[in-house]
Protein backbone atom coordinates (compact mmCIF):
# COMPACT_ATOMS: atom_id res chain seq x y z
CA UNK A 1 0.00 0.00 0.00
CA UNK A 2 2.78 2.51 0.96
CA UNK A 3 4.00 1.73 -2.51
CA UNK A 4 1.22 2.52 -4.81
CA UNK A 5 0.81 5.61 -2.44
CA UNK A 6 4.28 6.71 -2.97
CA UNK A 7 4.20 5.97 -6.55
CA UNK A 8 0.95 7.80 -7.22
CA UNK A 9 2.23 10.92 -4.86
CA UNK A 10 5.54 10.63 -7.41
CA UNK A 11 3.40 10.59 -10.33
CA UNK A 12 1.69 13.60 -9.39
CA UNK A 13 4.52 15.78 -8.21
CA UNK A 14 6.23 15.00 -12.05
CA UNK A 15 3.08 16.18 -13.87
CA UNK A 16 2.81 18.96 -12.17
CA UNK A 17 6.44 20.06 -12.27
CA UNK A 18 5.99 18.97 -16.20
CA UNK A 19 3.13 21.44 -16.40
CA UNK A 20 4.88 24.29 -14.24
CA UNK A 21 7.72 24.16 -16.79
CA UNK A 22 6.17 23.72 -19.70
CA UNK A 23 2.91 25.47 -20.54
CA UNK A 24 0.87 24.08 -23.23
CA UNK A 25 -0.11 27.43 -25.01
CA UNK A 26 1.84 30.89 -24.24
CA UNK A 27 -0.15 33.92 -24.19
CA UNK A 28 1.36 36.39 -25.71
CA UNK A 29 0.68 39.71 -23.85
CA UNK A 30 1.37 42.19 -26.38
CA UNK A 31 -1.17 40.34 -29.15
CA UNK A 32 -3.90 43.27 -28.29
CA UNK A 33 -1.69 45.69 -29.33
CA UNK A 34 -0.61 44.20 -32.48
CA UNK A 35 -4.45 43.59 -33.64
CA UNK A 36 -4.73 47.49 -32.75
CA UNK A 37 -1.86 48.19 -35.61
CA UNK A 38 -2.15 48.34 -38.89
CA UNK A 39 -1.28 45.76 -41.85
CA UNK A 40 0.24 48.56 -43.68
CA UNK A 41 -0.13 52.24 -44.33
CA UNK A 42 -0.24 54.36 -47.63
CA UNK A 43 0.02 58.32 -48.12
CA UNK A 44 -1.60 60.14 -51.09
CA UNK A 45 -3.43 57.09 -52.28
CA UNK A 46 -5.77 57.36 -55.16
CA UNK A 47 -7.83 54.60 -56.27
CA UNK A 48 -10.34 54.59 -59.97
CA UNK A 49 -12.63 52.14 -60.55
CA UNK A 50 -13.88 51.50 -64.54
CA UNK A 51 -16.73 50.19 -65.64
CA UNK A 52 -17.60 47.61 -68.32
CA UNK A 53 -17.02 50.52 -71.28
CA UNK A 54 -13.95 51.52 -69.57
CA UNK A 55 -15.24 55.07 -68.29
CA UNK A 56 -14.53 56.03 -64.60
CA UNK A 57 -17.14 55.20 -62.13
CA UNK A 58 -15.66 56.11 -59.16
CA UNK A 59 -12.85 57.83 -57.82
CA UNK A 60 -11.49 57.73 -54.56
CA UNK A 61 -8.64 59.35 -52.61
CA UNK A 62 -7.02 60.19 -49.10
CA UNK A 63 -4.54 61.85 -47.54
CA UNK A 64 -3.64 58.23 -45.65
CA UNK A 65 -4.48 55.05 -45.59
CA UNK A 66 -4.22 52.75 -42.83
CA UNK A 67 -5.60 48.89 -43.65
CA UNK A 68 -6.41 46.44 -40.55
CA UNK A 69 -6.55 43.03 -42.05
CA UNK A 70 -7.74 41.14 -38.58
CA UNK A 71 -10.30 44.04 -37.97
CA UNK A 72 -12.05 43.82 -41.50
CA UNK A 73 -11.79 47.50 -41.78
CA UNK A 74 -9.91 50.50 -43.93
CA UNK A 75 -8.96 53.45 -42.17
CA UNK A 76 -8.92 57.01 -44.22
CA UNK A 77 -7.53 60.26 -43.48
CA UNK A 78 -8.92 63.70 -45.23
CA UNK A 79 -10.94 61.00 -48.05
CA UNK A 80 -12.59 62.06 -51.15
CA UNK A 81 -14.97 60.58 -52.98
CA UNK A 82 -15.87 61.50 -56.67
CA UNK A 83 -19.38 60.01 -57.90
CA UNK A 84 -19.77 60.23 -61.46
CA UNK A 85 -22.99 60.64 -63.79
CA UNK A 86 -24.53 58.99 -66.94
CA UNK A 87 -22.73 60.78 -69.49
CA UNK A 88 -19.32 60.00 -67.28
CA UNK A 89 -18.48 63.32 -66.23
CA UNK A 90 -17.82 63.67 -62.16
CA UNK A 91 -21.34 64.92 -60.77
CA UNK A 92 -20.77 64.93 -56.64
CA UNK A 93 -17.92 64.75 -54.47
CA UNK A 94 -17.95 63.63 -50.79
CA UNK A 95 -14.96 64.65 -48.47
CA UNK A 96 -14.69 64.25 -45.11
CA UNK A 97 -12.10 64.91 -42.19
CA UNK A 98 -12.18 60.90 -41.55
CA UNK A 99 -13.19 57.98 -43.25
CA UNK A 100 -13.69 53.82 -42.15
CA UNK A 101 -14.26 52.00 -45.46
CA UNK A 102 -15.97 48.10 -44.20
CA UNK A 103 -16.04 45.09 -46.16
CA UNK A 104 -19.34 45.50 -47.37
CA UNK A 105 -18.98 48.42 -49.31
CA UNK A 106 -20.02 50.57 -46.77
CA UNK A 107 -18.48 53.81 -46.28
CA UNK A 108 -18.61 56.12 -42.76
CA UNK A 109 -17.35 59.61 -43.31
CA UNK A 110 -17.01 61.52 -39.84
CA UNK A 111 -15.75 65.34 -39.05
CA UNK A 112 -16.71 68.22 -41.60
CA UNK A 113 -18.72 65.86 -44.09
CA UNK A 114 -19.43 67.69 -46.88
CA UNK A 115 -20.92 66.58 -49.98
CA UNK A 116 -20.26 69.41 -53.56
CA UNK A 117 -22.02 69.54 -56.68
CA UNK A 118 -19.00 69.41 -59.21
CA UNK A 119 -20.44 69.84 -62.25
CA UNK A 120 -23.01 72.85 -61.13
CA UNK A 121 -25.78 72.27 -63.14
CA UNK A 122 -28.02 70.60 -60.29
CA UNK A 123 -30.19 72.64 -57.85
CA UNK A 124 -28.10 71.85 -55.10
CA UNK A 125 -24.24 73.04 -54.11
CA UNK A 126 -23.41 71.14 -51.55
CA UNK A 127 -24.77 69.52 -48.13
CA UNK A 128 -22.90 69.56 -44.75
CA UNK A 129 -23.37 67.50 -41.98
CA UNK A 130 -20.92 66.11 -39.19
CA UNK A 131 -20.88 62.18 -39.99
CA UNK A 132 -22.60 60.74 -43.18
CA UNK A 133 -22.92 56.45 -44.30
CA UNK A 134 -22.16 56.39 -48.46
CA UNK A 135 -23.37 52.47 -49.32
CA UNK A 136 -22.22 52.03 -52.42
CA UNK A 137 -22.48 50.04 -55.11
CA UNK A 138 -26.03 51.80 -54.64
CA UNK A 139 -24.88 55.76 -54.52
CA UNK A 140 -26.62 55.70 -51.25
CA UNK A 141 -26.47 58.23 -47.95
CA UNK A 142 -27.77 58.50 -44.82
CA UNK A 143 -27.09 60.47 -41.75
CA UNK A 144 -29.27 60.81 -38.44
CA UNK A 145 -27.08 63.77 -38.27
CA UNK A 146 -27.92 67.64 -38.50
CA UNK A 147 -27.70 69.17 -42.18
CA UNK A 148 -27.40 71.98 -44.00
CA UNK A 149 -28.43 72.22 -47.91
CA UNK A 150 -27.38 74.94 -49.64
CA UNK A 151 -28.81 75.47 -53.07
CA UNK A 152 -29.16 78.26 -55.53
CA UNK A 153 -30.88 81.20 -53.63
CA UNK A 154 -32.15 79.00 -50.52
CA UNK A 155 -30.39 76.78 -47.72
CA UNK A 156 -32.34 74.33 -45.36
CA UNK A 157 -31.35 72.88 -41.73
CA UNK A 158 -32.84 70.00 -40.72
CA UNK A 159 -31.83 66.84 -38.69
CA UNK A 160 -31.25 63.47 -40.77
CA UNK A 161 -31.25 62.70 -44.50
CA UNK A 162 -31.73 59.74 -46.69
CA UNK A 163 -30.31 60.29 -50.49
CA UNK A 164 -30.07 58.49 -53.59
CA UNK A 165 -27.37 60.53 -55.63
CA UNK A 166 -28.03 57.89 -58.89
CA UNK A 167 -31.53 58.55 -58.99
CA UNK A 168 -31.08 62.45 -57.68
CA UNK A 169 -33.91 61.37 -54.61
CA UNK A 170 -33.54 63.58 -51.59
CA UNK A 171 -35.35 63.47 -48.03
CA UNK A 172 -35.13 65.01 -45.05
CA UNK A 173 -35.79 63.22 -42.04
CA UNK A 174 -36.84 66.27 -39.33
CA UNK A 175 -37.28 69.75 -41.64
CA UNK A 176 -36.16 72.45 -39.16
CA UNK A 177 -35.90 75.65 -41.32
CA UNK A 178 -35.93 76.89 -44.77
CA UNK A 179 -34.36 80.34 -45.65
CA UNK A 180 -34.79 81.99 -49.69
CA UNK A 181 -32.50 84.78 -50.66
CA UNK A 182 -33.70 87.25 -52.89
CA UNK A 183 -30.34 88.94 -54.52
CA UNK A 184 -30.37 91.33 -56.98
CA UNK A 185 -27.67 92.52 -59.05
Given at each position: ???????LV?????T?????????????????????????????????????Q?????????????????????????????L???????????????????????I????????????????????????????????????????K??????????I???????????R??????????????
Amino acid sequence: MKKALFLLVFALVLTATYLWFNPTEQTDPNYADRELLPDYIAEQVTRTLYDEQGYVADLIQAGRLEFFERLGFTQFEQPKYTLFDAEHRAAWQVTSQFGIWLPDDKIILEQDVSISNVNGSELLDRIDTANLELLLPAKTIQTAAAVKIIGKGFYINGIGLQADLTEQNLRIIKHLETVYTNEQN
